[in-house]
């Protein structure tokens, strides 16, 4: 029987993001993926006006309900969180998740804390002190960009050293911390542990499509779901997303599925 991970995000029709770019990363590794919607969009905003709904605390908190009465909850061996709408929701995942930690002390929590980039929030403020002081609390690892990393903690990041010493500041076993500027032709991704801090570093690209971080975040959960360190995560989990950015420089949608399959 496959094993299971639960994954709460945003889902678009067009243009993968949060759970439409995360799950398919989890499935292609034998994940079987419970998913749940925060809303539901069209599209990404950044591609144009969307359409769609938004799912009421309420819902979610009946939809995890239904599974954990027939044991659909107990049987994770990981969750990821991703895009929230409001502090409600995160409320109520975090109350779920705590009480799956309690019955699994093996449960690997995923939290992306989707809170902004390029110097600020694009969630409202209770969004992102909810996910600060509701979910991150509750992570086994934390995968913040440069911005989010740098909120969270209240350290300013703009390089690596300044990324590492931002990580030790949060409480997870570990971080993975994407975007870090290394000068001004590269990025770095660091994996930071209690062991140390493992990095790989990729060439600055302009108009790339959204959706990198919800798949990174993806690709490293199911590396570290299969048994892989963090440092061997990083490298795998980096080298199909670069295979990704290079197969959709000139679409306006990230090639997650062709990566998946050239990576197979």
């Known amino acids: 029987m496959p094993r299971q991970v639960l994954c709460i995000s945003s889902q678009v029709a067009y243009g993968p993001v949060g759970n439409t770019a995360a799950v398919p990363a989890l499935q292609a590794a034998g994940f079987n993926v419970l998913q749940i919607p925060t809303i539901v969009l069209s ?3 950044g591609l144009a006006r969307p359409s769609g709904v938004k799912l009421p605390a309420a819902e979610i908190s009946a939809i995890l309900t239904s599974l954990e009465a027939f044991g659909g909850l107990q049987e994770c061996v990981g969750v990821m969180t991703g895009y929230f709408t409001d502090a409600e929701q995160i409320k109520i995942v975090a109350s779920f998740i705590a009480d799956m930690k309690e019955r699994n ?4 929590v995923l939290v992306d804390p989707v809170l902004g980039d390029d110097g600020s929030l694009y969630v409202s403020k209770d969004v992102a002190n ?3 002081d509701d979910l991150v609390p509750l992570a ?3 995968t913040p960009n440069c911005f989010e990393l740098s909120w969270l903690t209240g350290h300013a990041v703009s390089n690596r050293p300044d990324a590492v010493n931002a990580a030790a500041k949060l409480a997870a076993a570990e971080i993975l911390a994407t975007s870090i500027p290394i000068g001004h032709e590269h990025l770095a991704t660091l994996a930071v ?5 493992s990095e790989v570093t990729s060439p600055l690209r302009s108009n790339v499509p959204h959706g990198t971080g919800d798949f990174l975040a993806g690709l490293y959960l199911a590396s570290r ?3 892989y360190a963090p440092p061997e995560a990083l490298k795998l989990s980096v080298a199909i997303l670069e295979t990704a950015i290079s197969r959709s420089l000139d679409l306006p949608y990230l090639d997650i599925i062709g990566a998946l399959h050239s990576s197979s």
Do not use: M, S, V, Y
């Not at 002390?105 to 690997?108: C, E, G, R, V």
């Not at 542990?193 to 801090?197: L, Q």
């Open 130 to 132: 909810a996910l600060r």
């Open 140 to 142: 086994t690892c934390i």
């Open 105 to 108: 002390a093996k449960l690997f």
């Open 193 to 197: 542990t209690r062991d140390g801090c």
């Open 43 to 45: 599209n990404h905003p």
């Open 225 to 227: 779901l299969k048994g």
